[in-house]
């Protein structure tokens, strides 16, 4: 009889640890409690939307974390004056493994999951070569769109146009008749110049044929390429001729500006000298001016008078006038002259 109590004891003790554990192993689970290291990050969104601590964070769809806590956190309306003046922080903590992640440019937003529509917190990678995240840091949340939100835009929005329809200050009979009545219009000018419209689509059809026969020809005219490629190959090498023929070029023309530069720091010395040589004998420059004035005036004088003279020579007056006027006598001058010349001594004597 003892050994069956004893036996029904170690049966119950047994069940009792069982339960235990079983319920230890649910706690951890439902708990999502996790043993390994963690990284620490702070979201703020201007609404929870239904999230609740233990939520899941994921990366790709993929569970890395979760969410430890939520919390008040007062908002700056001073850098956007629309958004609340409270919001919500949320801690999560996510799995080590993770953290390469977590960038700086990182989308955070509240999606759902599940038949339930389970909130949880979906972390977007944008871009894997932006700075990490460090240890605590806080970032903003994407605040998803909210049914609330929009159902109450949308009431607003219906509650607008009611009032306009029923504004008697607004002819809103008469806009709608009027829309009516240029629909119709439109439906006549489409079926009135349908032949029209049929042949502009015909055109237009034909245009497009044309354009593609014209681009299958270009595609043959430059062979897959290869022409242009070509005219890409010339086009380098005549640039590289270029650059050589430049080179060559500029190395010539360094002398020739050096002897520019020489010429024109000469010619500069030389107009220097003349300027100060002109200041220097200005007086004397003058004087010679005036005196080649006064001979000007001096040789014009004399040559007045040698045409005076040569006029009264041609008109037979003085003596050689008379001489050259008077044929005979001039005969016997020039007589006299040949004598002369031929037989000198007959000045001093005669024969």
């Known amino acids: 009889m003892q050994k069956k109590e004893t036996s029904i004891e170690v049966k119950v003790g047994a069940l009792v640890l069982f339960s235990l554990t079983l319920l230890v192993g649910f706690v951890l689970i439902l708990g999502d409690f996790s043993f390994s290291d963690g990284f620490t990050l702070h979201v703020d969104f201007d609404n929870a939307g239904g999230l609740k601590p233990g939520a899941e964070v994921a990366i790709a769809g993929i569970s890395v974390g979760n969410v430890q806590e939520l919390k008040f956190q007062p908002t700056e309306k001073k850098e956007d004056p629309s958004k609340p003046a409270v919001g919500v922080r ?38 894997l070569d932006t700075a990490l995240l460090e240890e605590g840091a806080v970032v903003q949340g994407t605040q998803p769109p909210r049914l609330d939100v929009i159902v109450r835009k949308a009431s607003g929005l219906l509650d607008t146009v009611q009032d ?15 829309a009516a009545s240029l629909m ?26 044309e354009a593609a026969k014209l681009l299958a020809a270009l595609n043959f005219a430059v062979d897959d390429g290869k022409g242009v490629q070509q005219m890409l190959r010339d086009a380098q090498t005549t640039a590289s001729r270029a650059r050589s023929i430049s080179t060559k070029v500029d190395g010539k023309i360094a002398p020739l500006l050096d002897d520019a530069t020489v010429t024109a720091e000469n010619a500069r010395v030389i107009s220097d000298s003349a300027k100060r040589l002109l200041a220097d004998n200005e007086q004397k420059i003058q004087d010679s001016v005036d005196n080649v004035h006064a001979s000007t005036e001096n040789i014009e004088a004399a040559s007045g008078s040698a045409n005076s003279i040569i006029a009264r020579i041609e008109e037979g007056e003085g003596t050689v006038g008379r001489v050259l006027a008077d044929r005979e006598m001039y005969d016997d001058v020039k007589e006299i002259l040949r004598t002369i010349k031929r037989q000198p001594w007959k000045i001093l004597w005669k024969e």
Request: no cysteine.
């Open 184 to 209: 119709g219009h439109l439906d006549e000018l489409i079926v009135d110049n349908r032949e029209n419209i049929d042949e502009t689509v015909n055109n237009t059809r034909m245009t497009t044929e």
């Open 90 to 127: 949320a801690t999560l903590r996510i799995d080590k493994e993770y953290a390469d992640s977590l960038r700086v440019d990182n989308n955070f937003f509240i999606s759902t999951r599940g038949v339930l529509g389970e909130p949880y917190i979906e972390i977007e990678t944008v871009s």
């Open 164 to 178: 306009l329809l029923t504004d008697p200050s607004m002819p809103t009979k008469d806009l709608l008749g009027n």
